[in-house]
């Protein structure tokens, strides 16, 4: 970590801090702040962590949950960011806030669909987990196609990264399939299985096959 990259990380943490003992918390502008002294802070902590990115339209935090609980059956240490700030400035603040890790840590972050590029860029994530999309998200991002794509930019960046991907999006499945070397598509056969139990079994398979 460079000089500049510490001293962002300190006032970050400093501000975190002030934030949780005088006022009513935050998770937002210590990232901002860390980012506005460092913007490239994200790349200080890809040789800290191995990244699981879990991202889509809905279910995000949830899924993200589960996830982590299982793989806390066999890591002791899984870094998440629960509180679902899932934008590149919550995102630092999770980096920053967490205790150093004594060895290489594992990171399974919940990711906006549009912020997943900007994560990619300084950190290569070895596995997305993709739940849903749908148009729901229209007036932020527009039609699902653009939302497709914000996602795929950032695929892009980890061509080697495994995707595990929900089969029920074909649209997504098959624009991925193009992109990556190793995809996992799971499908559900019965109506009533949540999207939630399908990646709780899809993090059990990535528990095993992958790390």
């Known amino acids: 970590m460079t000089v500049r990259s510490s001293f962002a990380e300190f006032a970050g943490r400093s501000s975190y801090w002030f934030l949780h003992t005088f006022m009513n ?67 630092v603040t999770t980096f920053i806030t967490a205790p150093r890790p004594k060895k290489k840590g ?35 991002y527009g039609e699902i196609y653009t939302t497709y794509n914000k996602i795929l930019k950032g695929v892009k960046l980890a061509p080697k990264a495994t995707i595990i991907a929900n089969g029920m999006n074909n649209s997504l499945t098959v624009r991925t399939c193009l992109t990556q070397s190793s995809i996992m598509v799971l499908t559900m ?3 009533n299985l949540l999207m939630p139990q399908l990646i709780l079994m899809a993090s059990f398979v990535l528990n095993v096959s992958i790390f």
């Open 25 to 91: 918390g935050g998770s937002s502008l210590p990232g901002k702040l860390t980012l506005k002294l460092d913007p490239n802070i994200l790349q200080a902590f890809s040789k800290k962590y191995d990244l699981v990115i879990v991202t889509g339209t809905n279910g995000k935090t949830l899924t993200t949950a589960l996830s982590v609980r299982v793989l806390r059956e066999k890591y002791d240490q899984v870094l998440t960011n629960p509180t679902g700030s899932n934008m590149e400035q919550g995102i």
């Open 106 to 140: 594992l990171a399974v972050l919940e990711v906006d669909e549009a912020n997943v590029v900007k994560v990619c860029k300084y950190i290569t994530p070895i596995a997305f987990v993709f739940t849903n999309i749908f148009r729901d998200q229209m007036d932020r």
């Open 189 to 191: 056969k019965k109506k």
